[in-house]
């Protein structure tokens, strides 16, 4: 059996990198034999993370930033629809190597990775939808694993979506929203679609990692109060003024730091969720920037932590404030409280899940005072997000056992 796995961002982010593996554990625990291929920006560094997995070249992997980026992408994308549309002149000229139409020939299944890549808020949109048309046009079973889906600002992409999802045999969505995206606003038939938790959630590192010498190094002492905090270099696209809203969110952030120290004592671990290279540009910039201007009161680490570890950090804090999702889902998963930011409907839908809503602010809407307080709060609240977290591993063992037996069903006429 060939399974391939679509749309994978990769290991710089610890978000889907976490997804990525949970996937690949319950595909490998559905079908223990099978051929695992998948499409990703940069193959050879994704082999060394997943070495288990044949990886070929996204449509869109440019390593250049700018308008240099831009062109390099719009060319991928390009010889990419020639490359699906003219396979055996492909083959000729040596393309066979590619994300398309190469990995697509002889597949059984496709599953989309989990993530929430199908919104329209920049042009990444459009390889994501031909990515996703590649599939329907296999005729074999596509599953859109367990994502956000919208909120879709511009009319084509609402419309492609739509027309593209129908096509698929069964559509996982996260959270509430996305839910009621799929269903009021793309019109997909409600039997089509099923709500797990993030995947993130389905399976749990049992094991507790040795952290004190991240500590040592970082200059926290064994018995040190702290909180931490994940940032985010969003670009504010429906704003009408972006760069002010992007200059202010940074500005509000170094002063909740400095607050976070002067009134509560606790001196801030900058953490870092996504890792710079590859065309990414990572967290280190604006990391660095909030580092700057928070002073003593911060304490920041470039260190590219794999998830475990970053979890096992997050959980000695005495409060979290993630504007990163996964992030903040990792707070969850240890119980430590979380105050999430929102860049995207996805992270007020993921802590309603939870009945923790009154814990999300919106990113355009981020003030210092607000965040203190909000910190202050759940620090108190502690009881809240402890059941949160028994209520996130029972969900997600649940999530997990109906995606299995869902995938399985799915592809039963492809391996009988």
Known sequence: MVI???????????????????????????????VLRGICRDPVAQRTYFPNVQWYYSLSGSCRRGLARQAENTIKVLGGL???????????????????PACYEGVDIIVTCPGGYLEDSNVSVIPNLLNLWFA????????????????????ICRKAAAALLKRTACVCVREQESERIAIDQLRLPSSLVRRFPDMAFFWWDSSDCDVDK????????????????????????????????????????AETVRLLKSKLGLR???????????????????????????????????????????????????????????????ALQVGTPVVAIGYLPKTSGIMKMFGLQDYVCDISKVTSQLLLE????????????????????????????????????????RIT
């Open 82 to 100: 020639i490359r699906y549309t003219f396979p055996h002149l492909s083959k000729h000229l040596g393309w066979g190597n590619t994300a398309s």
């Open 136 to 155: 329907v046009r296999t005729g074999v079973p596509v599953i859109m694993a367990p994502q956000s889906i919208g909120p879709f600002h511009t009319i």
């Open 4 to 34: 391939l796995i679509t749309h994978v961002f990769g290991y710089a982010n610890k978000g889907d990198w976490v997804l990525l593996e949970s996937l690949l554990l319950s595909l490998k625990r559905c079908f223990p034999g099978a």
């Open 214 to 253: 991240e500590f040592y190094e970082l200059g926290i002492g064994y018995n040190e109060k702290f909180a931490c905090m994940t940032l985010i270099d969003w670009y504010f696209p429906f704003d009408s003024d972006p760069k002010d809203r992007r200059n202010a969110y940074i500005t509000q952030a």
């Open 268 to 330: 801030t671990l900058l953490l870092k969720q996504i890792e710079t290279g590859a065309g990414i540009s990572g967290d280190d910039e604006i990391l660095r920037t909030v580092s700057s201007l928070a002073g003593p009161a911060s304490i920041c680490t470039l260190k590219n932590y794999p998830p475990p570890v970053m979890r096992e950090i997050i959980k000695r804090a005495e409060v979290f404030i993630g504007s990163r999702m996964h992030s903040s889902i990792f």
């Open 374 to 413: 909000m910190s202050r709060t759940a620090i108190s609240d502690k009881a809240r997000f402890l059941e949160a977290k028994e209520k996130a591993r029972e969900l997600g063992e649940k999530g997990r056992r109906r995606f299995e037996d869902l995938i399985v069903e799915v592809a039963k006429p």
